[in-house]
């Protein structure tokens, strides 16, 4: 299997097998192996790169968690919590998507329910970060974030 390379500061390990004509990778956060699809591994390498760059520590990720959003159900991406409060929604789309204003107004739909400060649109090559101002309800590009 041929993974595409990602625009993170360094390249992560991870444990991959092949079953059945299936990849998986291993998530070490929810301790469970997943089909490796071009998502799946954006959404495994920006897990890599908060652990190691931003010090998130593994209790602080919410992975694929359902929400209800008008009267319908969602999946987010990734969430991070800050002392228990949401801290950091990401939304990550494979490496050939591209990160358009239809993913920003995906996440800030989701926003509207999680209220996070901050958001990470990725595809693993472009990362673009937002700052949600709840008293104003508008969101500035940032260059990055401190946990």
Same mark, same amino acid.
């Given at each position: 299997?041929? #993974?595409?390379? #990602?625009? /993170?500061?360094?390249?992560? &390990?991870?444990?991959? =097998?092949?079953?059945?004509? $299936?990849?998986?990778? /291993?998530?070490?956060?929810?301790? =469970?192996?997943? @089909?490796?699809?071009?998502? !799946?591994?954006?959404?495994?390498?920006? *897990?890599?790169?908060?652990?190691? &760059? =931003?010090? *998130?520590?593994? %209790?602080?990720?919410?992975?694929?968690?359902? @929400?209800?959003?008008?009267?319908?159900?969602?999946? #987010?991406?990734?969430?991070?919590?800050?002392?228990?409060?949401? /801290? #950091?929604?990401? !939304?990550?789309?494979?490496? &050939? *998507?591209? @990160? %358009?204003?239809?993913? /920003? !107004?995906?996440?800030?739909?989701?926003?509207?329910?999680?209220?996070?400060?901050?958001?990470? $649109?990725?595809?693993?090559?472009?990362?673009?970060?937002?700052?949600?101002? *709840?008293?104003?309800?508008?969101? %500035?590009?940032?260059?990055?974030?401190?946990?």
């Amino acid at each position: 299997m041929e #993974l595409s390379v #990602l625009n /993170f500061p360094e390249k992560y &390990e991870f444990q991959i =097998k092949e079953k059945c004509s $299936l990849w998986y990778i /291993f998530d070490e956060v929810r301790k =469970k192996w997943l @089909i490796l699809t071009p998502e !799946e591994w954006v959404r495994q390498n920006v *897990i890599k790169y908060l652990q190691k &760059e =931003k010090k *998130i520590p593994k %209790s602080a990720y919410l992975i694929e968690r359902r @929400i209800q959003l008008n009267n319908q159900v969602k999946r #987010l991406d990734l969430l991070i919590l800050k002392k228990t409060e949401p /801290f #950091l929604l990401v !939304e990550c789309k494979a490496p &050939e *998507i591209s @990160i %358009s204003e239809a993913v /920003f !107004e995906q996440a800030a739909r989701y926003n509207l329910e999680i209220k996070a400060p901050y958001l990470l $649109l990725t595809n693993g090559l472009n990362h673009l970060y937002f700052y949600y101002d *709840i008293h104003k309800n508008e969101y %500035s590009l940032i260059e990055k974030f401190n946990y």
